[in-house]
């Protein structure tokens, strides 16, 4: 089974890559962001508790993200491979998510991370947040505090996966088609 994690900071193309990228290689595409939007919506308990972290642009709890995450790849139990989006997010996330794939005789195949300069992102992210109505994207202030927590939690993610030969960097800034190029020729080689 192919498992990816799609990596980056805030804004970097992950979701808008996903979209192509599920469809070329038959993988089933888990956004934890867009899960937990999805409950926001519907009000549910987990979306009242995400809320609450996700419009301060901090990461909800390890682990509320990470039972979230193990119940929704339950959901697909006939999967060919899954494209993991905004997971993990941490190392904890990280090690939660290699035991329980280790626990189904399961492991993750490579790690792609999409890398752009912080100030081109921010830009993209405010650009969003006129239409978008997410709280997350239309201060400039909440957009930093995202930058911080990736800086301070997940970036060390590079180093877990380049330990286990796993992590693969592909240039995001770019039309989104040429991004979407470089990706395909990551993914070819799976
Ligand atoms: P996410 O939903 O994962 O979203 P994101 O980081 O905002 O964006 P993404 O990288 O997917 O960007 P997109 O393609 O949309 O996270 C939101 C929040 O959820 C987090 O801050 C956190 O609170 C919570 N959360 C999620 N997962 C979590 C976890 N595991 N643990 C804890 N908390 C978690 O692109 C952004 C914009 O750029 C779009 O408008 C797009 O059109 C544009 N764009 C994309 N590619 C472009 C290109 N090449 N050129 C120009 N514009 C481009």
Redo the contacts with the bound molecule.
């Keep these: 089974m192919i498992i990816i994690v799609l990596f980056?900071?805030?804004?970097?193309?992950?979701?808008?890559?996903?979209e192509f990228l599920k469809e070329k290689y038959n993988l089933t595409h888990l956004?934890?962001?867009?899960i937990?939007?999805y409950n926001i919506q519907n009000n549910t308990e987990l979306g009242k508790l995400?809320k609450s972290?996700?419009d301060k642009?901090?990461?909800?709890?390890?682990e509320v993200?990470i039972k979230m995450?193990e119940g929704e790849v339950g959901k697909h139990p006939y999967s060919a491979g899954f494209l993991f989006?905004?997971?993990?997010?941490?190392i904890a996330?990280a090690e939660a998510l290699d035991a329980f794939l280790e626990s189904k005789n399961e492991s993750i195949t490579a790690t792609v991370a999409?890398e752009a300069d912080d100030n081109i992102l921010v830009a993209?992210?405010l650009?969003?947040g006129k239409t978008?109505g997410r709280p997350?994207?239309q201060d400039e202030e909440k957009i930093r505090n995202?930058y911080d927590?990736y800086n301070q939690k997940t970036a060390p993610l590079m180093d877990y996966y380049k330990a286990q030969g796993k992590f693969h960097a592909v240039d995001?800034?770019?039309?989104?088609a040429?991004?979407t190029e470089r990706l395909t020729s990551v993914f070819d080689k799976f």
């Design positions: 980056g900071k805030p804004g970097a193309g992950k979701g808008t890559q996903a956004s934890t962001g867009d937990f939007r995400a972290y996700m642009g901090d990461l909800v709890p390890d993200t995450l989006d905004g997971f993990p997010r941490t996330q999409l993209r992210l650009e969003r978008s997350d994207d995202r927590e995001g800034i770019g039309s989104i040429e991004v």
